[in-house]
């Protein structure tokens, strides 16, 4: 047995026609019997692209974080104001204050206060912090805290958890969601700040091995050295994925190396596309 799975990018960096685009990111996940919101993006592009396509936020069952920053938490409110039963999954380090530390200026890019506000609202039955992520079922679940094996992976930016720039903000809760689909698994990702290959090592251990057909979200290689990027393509050389459909944070560079190396399975997602697998 496999789980079909239904994808849309709502909230992306780049957009089709007619939708907005901002930094964020959010996918509208369906899988036949439950509708799962993957992050919310920064909140001002979600509500209008959902109209557009056509997507009513109240349906949504689930909605996943990512992990805690302002631009994957932003729409909590909107979704939360408007999905009135829905559970939201996270880990419990999506409260962590931090920052982005660049020229000597700390910038908070944590959760913004209303959607701290959100979450802190939740009946306790409606809020499900997990640190090693959760199975639906046994075709679709969240990886958890991704351990960090490969040295060359890092979380891929200046990131803290305070203004001062002493301690190093290892971004613990970034996880992504996984399906095993007739094709293989499926993965679906935030900014993978855990690395993309720690992630499909991850996913791998908590699905059980089997293929990786695909993976979706945004990367995190923007800033990238030429060594972790040459790793990066040879890890994903072994895993063979038939699909990489890198979004958000990946950064153009990055877009352009993995395209060389691995072709015309790599192609850049925008708001609007949609997947099925
Ligand atoms: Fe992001
Ligand atoms: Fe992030």
Same mark, same amino acid.
């Given at each position: 047995?496999?789980?079909?799975?239904?994808?849309?990018?709502? /909230?992306?960096?780049?957009?089709?026609?007619?939708?907005?685009?901002?930094?964020?990111?959010?996918?509208?996940? =369906?899988?036949?019997?439950?509708?799962?919101?993957?992050?919310?993006?920064?909140?001002?592009? @979600?509500?209008?692209?959902?109209?557009?396509?056509?997507?009513?936020?109240?349906?949504?069952?689930?909605?996943?974080?990512?992990?805690?920053?302002?631009?994957?938490?932003?729409?909590?409110?909107? /979704?939360?104001?408007?999905?009135?039963?829905?559970? /939201?999954?996270?880990?419990?380090?999506?409260?962590?204050?931090?920052?982005?530390?660049?020229?000597?200026?700390?910038?908070?890019?944590?959760?913004?206060?209303?959607?701290?506000?959100?979450?802190?609202?939740?009946?306790?039955?409606? @809020?499900?912090?997990?640190?090693?992520?959760?199975?639906?079922? =046994?075709?679709?679940?969240?990886?958890?805290?991704?351990?960090?094996?490969?040295?060359? =992976?890092?979380?891929?930016?200046?990131?803290?958890?305070? $203004?001062?720039?002493?301690?190093?903000?290892?971004?613990?809760?970034?996880?992504? @969601?996984?399906?095993?689909?007739?094709?293989?698994?499926?993965?679906?990702?935030?900014?993978?700040?855990?690395?993309?290959?720690?992630?499909?090592?991850?996913?791998?251990?908590?699905?059980?091995?089997?293929?990786?057909?695909?993976?979706?979200?945004?990367?995190?290689?923007?800033?990238?050295? $030429?060594?972790?990027?040459?790793?990066?393509?040879?890890?994903?050389?072994?895993?063979?994925?038939?699909?990489?459909?890198?979004?958000?944070?990946?950064?153009?560079?990055?877009?352009?190396?993995?395209?060389?190396?691995?072709?015309?399975?790599?192609?850049?997602?925008?708001?609007?596309?949609?997947? $099925?697998?």
């Amino acid at each position: 047995m496999t789980v079909s799975l239904k994808v849309t990018i709502l /909230v992306d960096n780049h957009a089709g026609p007619g939708l907005a685009t901002e930094h964020g990111l959010a996918f509208w996940i =369906e899988t036949g019997s439950t509708n799962i919101l993957f992050d919310t993006g920064q909140g001002t592009a @979600l509500g209008p692209n959902a109209a557009a396509l056509g997507i009513d936020l109240a349906a949504a069952h689930l909605v996943v974080l990512s992990h805690g920053h302002y631009d994957h938490t932003g729409g909590l409110p909107l /979704v939360l104001g408007k999905a009135a039963q829905a559970r /939201v999954h996270c880990h419990p380090g999506v409260f962590a204050s931090r920052f982005s530390i660049r020229d000597g200026a700390a910038r908070a890019i944590g959760l913004p206060a209303p959607a701290q506000a959100a979450l802190e609202a939740l009946p306790r039955l409606r @809020l499900a912090q997990e640190t090693t992520g959760v199975r639906w079922s =046994e075709h679709l679940g969240l990886t958890g805290g991704v351990p960090r094996r490969a040295a060359f =992976e890092d979380t891929g930016g200046p990131f803290f958890l305070d $203004e001062g720039g002493r301690q190093p903000d290892p971004i613990d809760d970034d996880q992504s @969601l996984w399906a095993r689909t007739r094709h293989g698994l499926v993965v679906i990702t935030g900014c993978c700040h855990s690395g993309l290959l720690n992630t499909l090592e991850r996913v791998r251990a908590v699905a059980g091995a089997d293929r990786i057909h695909a993976v979706i979200g945004g990367f995190h290689l923007s800033a990238a050295s $030429e060594h972790r990027m040459a790793k990066t393509i040879e890890g994903l050389r072994a895993h063979d994925p038939a699909q990489l459909i890198p979004c958000h944070c990946t950064g153009d560079a990055a877009v352009t190396a993995l395209q060389a190396a691995l072709g015309d399975r790599v192609r850049p997602g925008a708001a609007g596309q949609v997947y $099925e697998w």
